[in-house]
């Protein structure tokens, strides 16, 4: 008999293939050049959000032009509600889908029920091949911590990774769903108390550090390459950001 296939709940993060859809979009946005508008409310400053992110400033202001194309895409008001966020990601406004729930759970930093361009360029920062791995870490674990107890526990764990392979379109039996999640609890539950806290998970993550590889978007990176004449109207120049 051959050994069952291995599998991994972060892995589903190669739900990132959604992520991949709202950087196209700035394609549309450049076709061409973008118009004054007063800025939304919960607008930053793009040199204060660079200083405090992996983005250049070049990046942040090629973000904010993704922003305002998500952001008024149903309401032009600014804010990217969750009907707008389903929408850039299943072309779909009604489809749930808990990843993606929690994705605009901890996009909307201000727990207001709408996404602001701060909170959207530091959430996506977390992304940048530049971020630092903790901030990777810390990040997918409060993905799985969908009640907000500080803890992942086996139901929430088992309700993930049922939601993630759906999103990846793949068919386990209920038997083999069960085995993954057995496994992952075991390895990760060190202090054997039915639970995963933040150290014990930053312990799993270390010994097996594939887990968060979908959680770097390599196209985050440098992405005004693809957009020269945006970068020549650029008004700030990166220069001046203090570090």
């Known amino acids: 008999m051959g050994n069952k296939p291995h599998l991994s709940p972060l892995n589903g993060l190669g739900s990132d293939s959604r992520m991949r859809k709202m950087i196209s979009l700035l394609k549309v946005c450049f076709c061409s050049k973008s118009s004054k508008r007063m800025p939304g409310p919960g607008y930053e400053d793009p040199v204060l959000l660079a200083a405090e992110t992996s983005f250049t400033m070049s990046e942040v202001e090629a973000l904010h032009q993704l922003f305002k194309k998500l952001s008024s895409s149903i309401v032009d008001d600014g804010l990217i509600h969750k009907e707008e966020f389903q929408l850039a990601l299943f072309r779909n406004r009604n489809k749930k889908n808990l990843f993606a729930n929690r994705i605009f759970d901890l996009f909307d930093v201000n727990q207001n029920g709408v996404i602001e361009f701060g909170g959207f360029v530091r959430s996506l920062s977390v992304f940048h091949p530049n971020a630092p791995s903790a901030d990777k870490i810390a990040f997918a674990f409060r993905l799985y911590d969908l009640r ?96």
């Open 148 to 243: 907000q107890t500080g803890f992942i526990e086996r139901d929430e764990l088992k309700e993930m990774v049922l939601a993630l392979l759906h999103e990846s379109e793949l068919v386990l039996s209920e038997d083999l769903v069960e085995v993954i999640v057995d496994k992952t609890f075991s390895e990760a539950d060190l202090k054997g108390d039915g639970r995963i806290d933040g150290e014990e998970w930053r312990e799993f993550v270390s010994k097996n550090p594939s887990l968060i590889k979908n959680m770097t978007l390599p196209y985050l990176k440098d992405i005004t390459l693809a957009f020269p004449s945006f970068i020549l109207s650029s008004e700030v120049e990166d220069s001046e950001i203090c570090t």
